[in-house]
């Protein structure tokens, strides 16, 4: 008996790759434009928020931050895609995705703040357009498009931008936010960054579908699969994605295929789910290997300059990470007033238990 058409799934999609693993050049004509001075400050942030990461690894070992989950890996997926975007455009972001938003205009000194559990770190500075980090798996994707039909009702040409990864593309909130930017064509980005595995559970068991760019077909959007190691696919890909939703044309759902180096957390113990084999098959793929082969071919970069980099970056962070703990410690009154224009009365009432 021959399938229905709605039994058939459409073929496996190609990632988009710009950049081979030697960091060679595979397709000219979807380089994006981008002038050397770009180019070498596109490295500068992978590099810093590699040496940021495992630095802060360090932190929460000493106690220093609390929660805090690696990025080492996601390079290229996370620099390149805030990169593409204009800065008055809005990110919506999980709890892995730091380093967009301090690219992006926050304070490192307010992620170590927010690490550490502090009021003030989710005080964001006016000019700097991104929510804190949800821990609720995958809600930050339906507040993207809130902000994207506020856009849209203003008549403003800027793009609300949620990130979550492939566990995230499981929850209820991610299918209701794409139907929602669907129906109202909205101008928002949904950034999947799939490094393989959900906390534990590998990709392969949280789908059947042939990709999470697939999904985007049932909600009547664009969906676009991108090798999330190739920083200048990422930023070909989610420059494009952004035009198109600037221009009136709705959003899109980006695929990045990326992998974490480190556990998914500090409480986690990578080595109980996946081999050295296939840890070993993602490290030959290295974003930062792979664009600095690019750079250094150019003339751009070379080993001096990233151990340049990684020297300043460390200083930073540990200057940024003083600052966060010399910030006056937290009070129940504290955290109630930081919350409330005009407190309840209730509260009111037991914050004087604490005083």
Not at 309 to 315: C, F, G, L, T
Request: net charge negative.
């Amino acid at each position: 008996m021959s399938k229905l058409p709605y039994e058939v799934q459409t073929e496996p999609v190609t990632p988009l790759s710009i950049l081979s693993p030697e960091g060679e050049i595979l397709q000219p004509d979807l380089v994006p434009e981008l002038t050397d001075d770009q180019l070498r400050e596109i490295m500068y942030r992978m590099v810093f928020t590699r040496t940021w990461d495992e630095r802060a690894v360090n932190l929460g070992r000493q106690g220093r931050l609390g929660f805090y989950a690696p990025v080492s890996g996601q390079e290229a997926s996370m620099v390149g895609s805030e990169y593409a975007l204009n800065r008055d455009d809005f990110i919506c972001p999980g709890y892995r995705d730091m380093p967009q938003l301090v690219w992006h205009g926050l304070p490192l000194y307010q992620a170590f703040l927010y690490s550490r559990g502090h009021q003030h770190g989710g005080q964001i500075p006016e000019d700097v357009h991104v929510l804190m980090p949800q821990i609720i798996i995958g809600a930050q994707v339906l507040h993207a498009v809130g902000v994207a039909m506020a856009f849209k009702k203003r008549g403003e040409k800027r793009v609300a931008v949620a990130y979550t990864g492939d566990g995230g593309s499981s929850e209820g909130d991610f299918y209701e936010a794409l139907n929602f930017a669907g129906v109202y064509k909205l101008p928002a980005l949904f950034i999947v960054q799939n490094n393989r595995y959900a906390i534990t559970t590998p990709f392969e068991k949280q789908t059947a579908a042939l990709s999470i760019a697939h999904k985007a077909i049932a909600a009547g959007i664009r969906g676009v699969q991108v090798d999330g190691m190739d920083v200048l696919a990422v930023i070909h890909a989610v420059r494009e994605a952004a035009e198109r939703a600037r221009g009136g044309e709705g959003a899109t759902l980006l695929e990045l295929l990326t992998y974490r180096y480190r556990p998914h957390s500090m409480a986690d113990d990578a080595t109980k789910y996946r081999t050295k084999d296939e840890e070993g098959e993602w490290a030959e793929k290295d974003p930062l290997i792979r664009f600095g082969r690019y750079l250094e071919a150019k003339g751009l970069w070379s080993e001096e300059e990233t151990a340049r980099v990684r020297e300043e970056a460390k200083s930073v962070v540990n200057e940024q990470i003083k600052k966060a703990e010399s910030v006056e410690k937290m009070t129940v009154a504290g955290l109630i007033d930081s919350m409330f224009e005009t407190t309840p009365k209730h509260l009111e009432e037991q914050k004087a238990d604490f005083e």
